[in-house]
């Protein structure tokens, strides 16, 4: 329940339904309230699909009312009681889904015990991980043989071993649970998410084949487990109307604004800077950014969350920035239609902080990247964008922390303006433009019919209907 994995869950499940399948997604009242227009559309267009209402227990779990998606937790504390909140929904989740007689349940990696009642309905349980074949053989790879043991420092790198690319990383880059697991605060959860690794039927990923066909072979390899990709699942967006409400917030932003600002603007002139739903950054380092956009003489389009904001309104921003900025930088408060504005074609660079979901939409739209991994697999992302597929170029963050702490150091504009501009102008960038551009068509094709994607939903569609537990 975090807009990273709810909002490509809710493609997949509309897509399994154009596809002839009846399909129910359980959600809570404040995240259906994101999409529930969208699945009405689709109902009226014909579609057998519904949303089923479980009420989340904030008050239980000791969250504040309304804290219903992990975005909205603001603490590392929040955080925990917010899992700890997801293993009280077992029992209501198990009720819907015996009353709906479902086939087959796909749920998000953090639901474990999907698998006891999948098991209990003799149905086959799916997991959603929500990230690539590369990150999760990065992943696997260091749970197996914590190469980072043997380094010296926290700075010195090492190799990941036995993958099909050499990729270094040093311990600064790794998530917190993969250095010290037993230690974790959600180590019990931890081991039972994997222990329902061996119980479900398998995973479906967001990804297509020719973005990481080696790692996606490696993958089903070491792991021996069953994997179906399906996307970019992005692209099963296809009206303006269903990208533009796509995980749309309450905030939104004024979408027609931005597509005439857009408009205005020469092919491959503008960049785009978003960190995703979750991202919280310091004032700092928003004066930071501030700063390289306007040194980089770029024309860009910035997403400000409005919980980033720290004190006041506009104070994280330079003197006079917004009237100097005119016409030249558009700042969206809020929510942004991202898929839209990174298919336009005035759109010419992404400043992204990797995560999963924003690295394959910007993929898809066969748009450059500038990396700037802040936490979750984000660092492993960065290393395929700029190492494996060569359509990015990093601006140096080195340091993974956690989601909710805002204290570390900030990134420079000088190292902002250095990045935009490798994207933007010059033989390398045209190089990356090229590269990214084929990807872009390649990931279109997969989605096709009769592309990689399509053939594989299709077969994990027929694998269900000849489920026999
Ligand atoms: N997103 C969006 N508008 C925004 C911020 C985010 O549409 O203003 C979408 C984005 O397109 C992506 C998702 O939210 O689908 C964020 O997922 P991602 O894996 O990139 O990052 P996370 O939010 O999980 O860190």
Redesign the pocket.
Known sequence: M????T??MIDIARQFARNGAKATIISTPLNASHFSQTIERDRENGLEISVSLIEFPCQEAGLPEGCENL?STTTPEMSLNFCRALDLIQEPVEILLRESHSDAIVAGFFFWWADDIARKLNIPRLQFY?TGFFPMCIMHTLKEHKPFENVGSDYEEFVVPGLPDEVKLTRRQLPEETKDEGKSPLAETLRKIVASQSTSLGIIVNSFYELEPAYARHYKEVTGRKAWHVGPV?LFNKSNMDKTH???ENSSSDDDDCLNWLNSKKPNSVVYV??????IFSAAQLLEIAKGLESSGQEFIW?V?EKVKDDGDGDWLPDGYESRIQGRGLI?K??????LILEHEAVGGFV??C?????L?GVAAGVPMITWPLS?E?FFNEKLVTQILKTGTPVGAQEWTKRTDDRREAIKGDDIEKAVVKVMVGEESERMRIRARELGDMAKRAVEKGGSSDADLKSLMEEIRNYHP
């Open positions: 975090a807009p990273g994995h909002i490509p975005s929500g992005s796509r995980g749309l978003c960190f995703g739903s979750m991202a997403v969350r969206i809020g929510w942004a239609p991202q898929v992204t902080h995560g999963w979901n924003s690295v939409e979750a984000q």
